[in-house]
């Protein structure tokens, strides 16, 4: 069974801090890892990839990846009120073609 | 920017009956999916389809379930005798590839199985 665990939440942080979303994964094949965010009755929508492991950076998002830990995570600096959604980790599986989501950490960003 | 499309938004349906599920992929995408979100539960993975075939399946994705790409544009999920436990949001998503290419997803299809 290829597992994507995440805490769901919620996690509640002040507007304009820094909020950290952690994702562990089973597989230890698994070469893709995706951070989607999810707005209540829409789809998800994509905000990064990462592929290597170390940090990438996409305006106030960083994600983290540490294959050998089989953990990634999604840091979102300043956040905003706007920001408050469900994110869900999703992680390529070894066959390339399926993504398997985590069950998402709501986040909840209080004014 | 080119998008994925879904119809309809919501399909409601009695229990025994069949339904397909329609979607429009973006055009330059080779590798499409059906995923499934019942109501406050994650986003579950049913199939993905690659060069006219199912190129991977789930254990939700059994002989109730079958996809078709029946022209160059459409992809259809058919769910032949539908069960109250069918009720869920079904996504459709494509990718330009495999691997490091990220799925992009349609707004789904609300399924109300009565």
């Known amino acids: 069974q290829k597992e994507v665990e995440q805490n769901s939440g919620p996690l509640s942080v002040p507007e304009g801090a820094i909020a950290s979303l952690n994702c562990t994964y089973s597989?230890?094949?698994?070469?893709?890892f995706f951070w989607y965010r999810q707005y209540s009755g829409k789809s998800p929508e994509l905000i990064m990839s990462?592929?290597?492991?170390g940090d990438k950076e996409d305006g106030r998002f960083t994600a983290q990846l540490n294959k050998a830990s089989q953990y990634v995570s999604l840091l979102i600096r300043d956040s905003q009120p706007s920001d408050s959604a469900t994110y869900l980790c999703a992680v390529g599986s070894n066959s390339g073609y399926a993504l398997n989501f985590g069950k998402g950490t709501s986040l909840l960003v209080t004014p | 920017e080119p998008e994925v499309t879904q119809t309809p938004s919501h399909q409601v349906t009695q229990m025994g009956q069949e339904v397909i599920l329609r979607c429009v992929p973006i055009?330059?995408?080779?590798?499409f999916y059906w995923y499934r979100q019942i109501l406050g539960q994650k986003v579950e993975f049913l199939v993905s389809f690659y060069n006219n075939e199912i190129s991977e399946k789930s254990e939700i994705f059994d002989d109730q379930f079958s996809v078709e790409r029946p022209d160059g544009s459409n992809f259809t999920l058919k769910i032949r005798s539908t069960k109250l436990e069918d009720s869920a949001m079904y996504f459709c998503a494509s990718r330009a590839g495999q691997g490091e290419s990220p799925l992009h997803f349609g707004n789904g299809t609300r399924l109300t199985v009565t």
């Open positions: 990462i592929y290597s492991n």
């Open positions: 597989d230890r094949g698994s070469q893709s």
């Open positions: 055009s330059n995408h080779l590798y």
